[in-house]
């Protein structure tokens, strides 16, 4: 259990990696090249933005949770 759990956080590690590096930042980002670079003219973020921000949210909630869990885990077997 503790294998799956750590092959988890891996991969939900390098999808966080991959999300922040895609977002916008004051000058710019990985956002731009897949159109994310477009912004609306009514104001605020474009809706790539805003899904970015709900899938790079609901990967950290993910990567936290197995964080916990691994740190139960690993308690409960020692």
Known sequence: ???GFSIALIVFSLL???LVL???GKG???SDMF???MQ???GGSSVAERNL???TVVVGLGWFACIVVLGILMK???
């Open 1 to 3: 259990m503790v294998l």
């Open 76 to 78: 409960v077997n020692n």
């Open 28 to 30: 710019g980002g990985l």
């Open 40 to 42: 609306s003219s009514v």
């Open 16 to 18: 966080l990696m991959l």
């Open 53 to 55: 921000d709900r899938i």
């Open 22 to 24: 895609m977002h916008k």
């Open 35 to 37: 159109g994310g670079g």
